[in-house]
């Protein structure tokens, strides 16, 4: 059983070291970065389809207003943001994973890194973002979007907002933790109100920028 799951303790020593150095280059990649958000989305989104548009907008505006766009690097709704980010001029980065069948990095990330743990990637995800802009996606998505809710309410990162992006999207899931969720009593109606639900780019990125400029003096 240990030799089949590779439990040994040099096994894990090597691997060890391996999470330190991945965490150490992350670092060392976003070091300076100045300020960001990230933009989770399913990877499956179609170009031209109109959540791809609002990637695509959301990357734009978000460099407009004076942002990094830091996705996880690969298609879909990553590649929209991206996309809109690096085609304004910005800069545009893209946190890519490992996985078992090829894939590389979209086109439009011009500050790129791949990272073979999703754990230590998803902190890089988190580490220099100001705000959270989540596009309808699956449950990469889902996980993403919980992960930072949850970080948030534990106040292991800052009150940074929370923006889902497409009303018909995410009103059912807003429906359902308000109904279900806040009324069991497993959350408090803080947890419930930091996940803003918005139709557009625009509207993402001034929730993004406001909710910063409200962190960030204090109120
Ligand atoms: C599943 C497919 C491709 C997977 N490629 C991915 N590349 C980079 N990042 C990914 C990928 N898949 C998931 N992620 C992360 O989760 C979010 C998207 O997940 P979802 O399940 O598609 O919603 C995204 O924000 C990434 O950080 C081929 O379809």
Not at 99 to 125: D, G, H, S
Request: proline share 3%; aromatic share 8%.
């Amino acid at each position: 059983m240990t030799a089949e799951l590779n439990l040994s303790p040099e096994r894990d020593s090597a691997r060890l070291a391996a999470i330190q150095a991945e965490f150490a280059e992350g670092f060392k990649l976003l070091h300076g970065l100045p300020k960001a958000f990230t933009v989770f989305g399913s990877a499956r989104t179609p170009e031209g389809s109109p959540h791809y548009k609002a990637g695509v907008e959301v990357g734009r505006l978000g460099h407009e207003a004076g942002y990094a766009v830091i996705t996880g690097g690969g298609p879909g709704a990553m590649e929209a943001a991206n996309r809109g980010c690096r085609l304004a001029g910005g800069k545009s980065v893209g946190l890519g994973i490992t996985l078992e069948w090829e894939q590389k990095i979209n086109q439009y990330v011009n500050i790129e890194m791949t990272f073979r743990y999703f754990f230590a990637r998803k902190m890089m995800l988190v580490k220099h973002s100001q705000g959270f802009v989540v596009l309808p996606g699956g449950l990469g998505t889902l996980d993403e979007l919980f992960e930072v809710a949850t970080l948030v309410q534990c106040m292991k990162t800052g009150a940074w907002p929370i923006v889902l992006v497409g009303g018909e999207y995410w009103d059912g899931l807003k429906d359902w933790l308000k109904n279900t969720v806040l009324e069991a009593g497993y959350i408090d109606l803080k947890d419930l109100n930091m996940l803003q639900v918005v139709d557009d780019a625009e509207a993402a990125v001034d929730a993004i920028a406001n909710g910063g400029r409200r962190i960030l003096s204090g109120v």
